[in-house]
C-alpha cells in the first residue's frame, strides 16, 4: 500500500514537500518513483530513485527543481519541489516497482496546484 501525503496550494516559486508511505514489502528491495497526472493529460514520470538509492532520475522538466530521496529504515519516499510552477499542478502518484518490470502500483494521489 502506498499513501501520499504533502501536496496543496502554492504560489508561483513556492515549494512543497511530498511523502509516501509504503507498506506490504520489502521496500529497501523496490525502485520507487513519482508520477503525476494534470487535467486533461496523460500521467507522466517525474522522478525516480532505485532500491539503495544509486540511480536517480528525473524528467527534463523538473531537473534542478525537484529532488527525490528515501529512507528505507522508514519505509518512506520523499519528492522535494522547489520553484513551483503552474505546470507542475496534478495529481502526484507515489508508485512502485514490485516485480523489477517497471512501475506496476500507485498510491491514490495528492493533489498539488500552484497558482499564477
Known amino acids: 500500500q502506498l499513501v501520499e501525503s504533502g501536496g496543496g496550494l502554492v504560489q508561483t516559486g513556492g515549494s512543497l514537500r511530498l511523502s509516501c508511505a509504503a507498506s506490504?514489502?520489502?521496500?529497501?528491495?523496490?525502485?520507487m518513483g513519482w508520477f503525476r497526472q494534470a487535467p486533461g493529460k496523460e500521467r507522466e514520470f517525474v522522478a525516480g530513485v532505485s532500491r539503495g538509492g544509486g540511480r536517480i532520475t528525473y524528467v527534463d522538466s523538473v531537473k534542478g527543481r525537484f529532488t527525490i530521496s528515501r529512507d528505507d529504515a522508514k519505509n518512506m519516499v520523499y519528492l522535494q519541489m522547489n520553484n513551483l510552477k503552474p505546470e507542475d499542478t496534478a495529481v502526484y502518484h507515489c508508485a512502485a516497482d514490485l516485480r523489477g518490470m517497471g512501475y506496476d502500483h500507485w498510491g491514490q494521489g495528492t493533489q498539488v496546484t500552484v497558482s499564477s
Open positions: 506490504g514489502h520489502t521496500f529497501s528491495a523496490i525502485d
